[in-house]
């Protein structure tokens, strides 16, 4: 374990007894040498303190060590290395100490660490300035705000902190600005401070200023909490879009009732697993890497998978739905089936690239996970790409002129069954590129696609059989009104409030947001 305990013992003014002290005397004393050594530039006192904090203490006799990365012990007072005597004692600290260590050691990282662990020392001394303003290092919190090169949100952490320390000030004048400072952050943490303080403080200006931060913070809270549902909504939207969007494909242009179509979202899923394995295993260098490679092995596998199932057993069966519902539901079964044989009925966990993970801050304390802003992204990308495939290419056109009038497209020299293949594959495909958005927001398991199948017929249906942009539409409109139900009434009742949303506005207008226009839609 690295302690960053590098500094020369021999310049410093640490004495016997205070080490004996901070080895063995009670709590109370040995927070109090722990805080006189943090406040003071005492080198060899404060590497003693960082291996306290970290238990890597000992005493031999009087004399107090403390354990080198060479596992050899060095004096904490002479400097002087010994090897590890039978009789060296291990030195323990209760949980009150160690909370103090803990706030101690960032105290000295603010001063003397990188911008990362400055940060990460930073906030742990607000978060004592926030519990405990009347204990907090005021005089570390001053002097790393003085220090020049301080890494910027390091300097904002340690603001709140002041300003919090002052809130404590006997001084009416400092209050008020701190109480100011304080409700411009509009952060989450602010708030039981704030309100903490406004119910002990005895002066009139002061109190008002803490009610209109208050005020402040809580406006802006429940700004960001509106936001974070509308976004988590977007996102709900972005994947039940991801689910549908092959679906409005092989049913609501092809006609085709597939109800295998989650077993090829997971075989998507599987897919991505199954790279991801293989960079972890043979490539770990390049492991960030791995998921573009997933996407398009993905999108391949239920291609492949689709155009069997296509050639197979489903255009033996166009214009019997019933038939085809029955036999791509028999498909669904062996699919899950096969895969709880390969790979086992447990589910298998995807791991985010590192440029997915952690989550994009805005506006203090609205915080956007990164891999549900990049599916959000993925997802229309992927709609723009499938948009231009059906309108510009000469696929499209080909899937267009098959879906509205086979006979003549058949009489103009197109091979309707080429056509078929073609088409369904590609919805195929884009179930396999939402199993590949999919693995990043969860686990991976043989009933993956069963938890889509149903929320996708509902999008197909409520945008308009046939019509990508009421799929669009549909998704979105149904995973932020989820969302948004789902904050006062919980998930269930919100599923439910959403279903019959759905039947009611089916019976209203059964052709869906987007009715079907021309030949398609009068035959």
Known sequence: MALGLGLAASASALSLEQAQTLAQGDTDARMAIVQNLVATDDAAGQVLVKALAAERVMTVGERVYWVREDDQLQDAVSGDVIAWPGEAQEVTIN?????????????????????????????????????????????????ALARSGLDADAKQYLSLAAAAVAMTDANPGVRLRAAQELGQAKLAIVRPLLLAREQ???????????????ASVDRSLAINRSLAELFTGLSLGSILLLAALGLAITYGLMGVINMAHGEL??????????????????????????????????FMASAVIGALMERLVIRH???????????????????????????????????NPSWMSGSLSLMGSLNLPWNRVLIVVFAALVLLGVSLLIARTRLGLFVRGVTQNRPMASCMGVNTARIDTYAFSLGAGVA???????????????????NYIVDSFMVVVLGG???????????????????????????????????????????????????????????
Not at 100 to 107: F, I, R
Not at 469 to 487: D, P, Q
């Open 317 to 351: 069966l166009y214009g019997r739905p019933l038939e085809t519902l029955l036999a791509t539901w028999g498909i669904s079964l062996v699919l899950m089936q096969a895969v709880r044989s390969l790979f086992g009925a447990q589910n298998v966990g995807v791991e």
């Open 95 to 143: 949980n009150r100490l160690r909370g103090a260590l803990a706030v101690a050691v960032a105290g000295m990282d603010v001063l003397q660490a990188g911008p990362e662990r400055q940060r990460e020392a930073a906030r742990i001394l607000q978060r004592e300035a926030f519990e405990a303003p009347e204990d907090a290092p005021q005089e570390v919190i001053a002097k």
């Open 432 to 450: 396999g590129l939402a199993g590949c958005a999919l693995s990043q927001i969860g686990n991976v398991g043989p009933d993956l696609g069963q």
């Open 265 to 298: 979202i997971m075989i998507g899923a599987y897919a991505t697993w199954l790279v991801q394995r293989g960079f972890q295993l043979y490539l770990p260098a390049w492991f960030d890497a791995y998921l573009w490679l997933a996407m398009p092995l993905a």
């Open 465 to 523: 059989v046939g019509q990508l942009a009421g799929t669009v539409y549909a998704a979105v409109g149904l995973g932020v009104l989820n969302k948004f139900i789902e904050g006062w009434a919980g998930a269930v009742l919100a599923k439910i409030a959403v279903l019959i949303f759905i039947i009611v506005f089916i019976q209203k207008r059964p052709q869906g947001i987007f009715a079907m226009r021309g030949r398609s839609a009068e035959a």
């Open 200 to 214: 002990a403080e005895g002066d009139a200006a002061v109190k008002a200023a803490l009610h209109a931060s208050l």
